[in-house]
């Protein structure tokens, strides 16, 4: 699970070549690896000397990986958790050594908000919220939806269910029948799709995937199935991956809202901040703003998409 990027072999070795550690989720869809590949590129930007680990979407690896830079000694570490909660001792275990951590992508949840300098990722909840409200717009305020969660307990899942719900709230006719994870992969989506077709089969009006990998999967379902997804079932998802445009270039997904992976530049920025003794300028939260894509905008704005 744990590699290293960078050539030198222990953290603050003979050069002055800052030592940052990398603690990705894992590698389970098109948008982490944009992300992983984003943050890799801005450290060899920078120069640094990235150590690079990943989950396997265990926290537990995650964790392992953690305690194993901060023995090392790193000069920073940067952490996308999978989960939300249980990262207060690794996290105590930094700043006893003095070992600044940049929050990325995913949020933690911790009452001594010390523990971090900074954290950098997308708006989940308005994410949730902007699918609900293109979804409720383009039903005309009535369906029964299905919806593809993420992984349980990370802030993405818990973001844009909730704003997800916030912003069908008043739409009664927006009724949500099946609700189920499909852990950000396409295999998965696909798989609790064929099993939500089997149980409501035509009932279901709409999906709401909270990625497009799992939205894939179940377009792969929706086929299979013998139905035309994005016309007999409404497909809304997020992330804005290459994949998701290719789908709606082909008439098959319908809007996608956008979650930008490329977080390696503002990350590393907020790196070299930290390391030149300027970590009081950095915000303590720095929110990614992200578009709504349609299908009808989609082959204009294909080749444009750098993920
Ligand atoms: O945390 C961001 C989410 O995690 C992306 O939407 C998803 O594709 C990834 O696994």
């Known amino acids: 699970i744990v590699g290293c990027g960078g050539s030198s ?6 050069d002055d070549t800052p030592v940052i550690a990398f603690v990705q989720t894992g590698a389970d869809n098109d948008w982490r690896n944009a992300h992983t590949v984003s943050v890799k590129e ?15 979407s265990k926290q537990e690896n995650q964790i392992k ?3 194993s830079f901060v023995n090392q000694g790193v000069d920073a570490i940067i952490l996308a958790p999978i989960v939300e909660t249980g990262w207060d001792n690794v996290l105590e275990k930094a700043k006893k050594r003095n070992i600044p951590v940049v929050i990325l992508d995913r949020k933690v949840k911790t009452d001594d908000e010390s523990l971090y300098v900074t954290y950098i990722g997308a708006d989940t909840y308005t994410e949730g919220k902007k699918a609900g409200k293109w979804l409720a717009e383009k039903m005309g305020g009535q369906a029964k939806v299905v919806e593809l969660q993420g992984n349980p307990g990370a802030s993405p899942t818990i973001n ?3 704003g997800f719900r916030e912003a069908i709230a008043d739409q009664s006719g927006i009724e949500i029948i099946a609700s189920q994870s499909g852990e950000f992969r396409r295999s998965k989506g696909k798989e609790v799709m064929e099993a939500f077709l089997k149980k ?10 909270h990625n497009d990998d799992m939205a894939i999967g179940a377009i792969q379902a ?7 997804p994005a016309e007999d079932i409404v497909i809304v998802s997020v992330d804005g991956v290459r994949a998701a445009f290719e789908a709606m270039v082909d008439g098959k997904l319908n809007c996608t809202v ?10 590393m920025e907020a790196v070299e901040k930290i390391l030149s003794g300027q970590a009081d300028q950095l915000d303590k939260v720095t929110l990614i703003e992200d578009s709504v894509f349609e299908m009808e905008q989609a082959a204009d704005v294909i080749e444009s998409r750098k993920y």
């Open 200 to 209: 409501y089969g035509d009932d279901i009006d709409a999906v709401y995937a």
């Open 42 to 56: 801005a450290a060899a930007d920078k120069g640094y000397d990235l150590r690079f680990a990943e989950g396997q």
């Open 65 to 67: 990986a953690f305690s």
């Open 222 to 228: 929706i086929e299979d199935a013998g139905m035309k």
């Open 258 to 267: 956008e979650c930008n992976p490329l977080q390696g530049p503002l990350a």
């Open 9 to 14: 072999d222990n953290a603050g070795g003979d």
């Open 160 to 162: 844009r269910f909730n």
